[in-house]
């Protein structure tokens, strides 16, 4: 299995302002993965962190407001930007590896 | 419209009773299902799969029955501990679109009381 480590786990941020949330896996992996966790949500995914490339992303959420890095095989950061309260969720890193997803702690971000 | 449905958002049981977890589908092109178990300030973890070609998967107390011809499947657990109250996501992928992110349902609650 994979263990994914997030940073930070929390963070309380003005609006207007950005925030990268990096993620580290413990073994290299094909697929990694960022979603969203808002109150009494489900866990929505945000984009697929291509490594190389650009990051696909899902409808809802564009690369201006969400951009995404991997720079390799076990490393990716997603940016909040210009943030607003409607921002404030539960932040996860995934990682698939066969059939199989592996998740970070998350990162717990409130706007204000 | 969502892909993964678990209806209940929360359940209660008592130590020791059987808990059931339901969770609905209407893709009919998910071949593979698994549950995860997500403790607050916590990542969601593995608990369990089950791949379209069975009908039951069994690990300790957990079992996962999967109804294809109702696009169905539940978690089972028995028997239920305090440790077990959490909240448990459904979730299920295509194999057709290999290397995509699981499709996750909005979660159930449990809560085992001593």
């Known amino acids: 299995s994979a263990v994914i480590s997030q940073k930070p786990s929390r963070d309380i941020c003005q609006r207007g302002t950005s925030l990268t949330i990096q993620c580290q896996v413990d073994?290299?992996?094909?697929?990694m993965f960022w979603y969203r966790q808002q109150p009494g949500q489900s866990l929505t995914l945000i984009a697929t962190?291509?490594?190389?490339?650009?990051?696909?992303?899902e409808s809802g959420f564009v690369i201006d407001k969400f951009p995404i890095s991997r720079p390799n095989l076990t490393f990716s950061t997603l940016t909040v930007s210009n943030m607003s309260p409607e921002d404030s969720s539960i932040y996860l890193c995934?990682?698939?590896?066969?059939?199989?997803?592996?998740f970070g702690p998350g990162t717990r971000l409130t706007v204000t | 419209d969502q892909q993964v449905k678990q209806n209940s958002p929360s359940l209660s049981v008592q130590e020791g009773r059987i808990s059931i977890l339901n969770c609905d589908y209407t893709?009919?092109?998910?071949?593979?299902f698994l549950w995860y178990k997500k403790y607050p300030a916590e990542g969601p973890t593995f608990l369990i799969s089950?791949?379209?070609?069975?009908d039951k998967n069994e690990d300790g107390r957990f079992t996962v029955f999967l109804n294809k011809s109702a696009k169905h499947l539940s978690l089972h657990i028995v028997p239920s501990q305090p440790g077990d109250s959490a909240v448990y996501f459904c979730?299920?992928?295509?194999?057709?679109?290999?290397?995509?992110?699981?499709?996750f349902g909005k979660g159930t609650t449990l809560s085992v009381s001593s």
């Open positions: 995934s990682a698939r590896d066969n059939e199989k997803q592996y």
């Open positions: 979730a299920a992928s295509d194999a057709n679109q290999a290397g995509t992110a699981l499709i």
């Open positions: 073994s290299q992996v094909t697929m």
């Open positions: 893709n009919s092109m998910f071949d593979y």
């Open positions: 089950i791949s379209s070609i069975k």
């Open positions: 962190a291509n490594q190389g490339s650009e990051a696909t992303y």
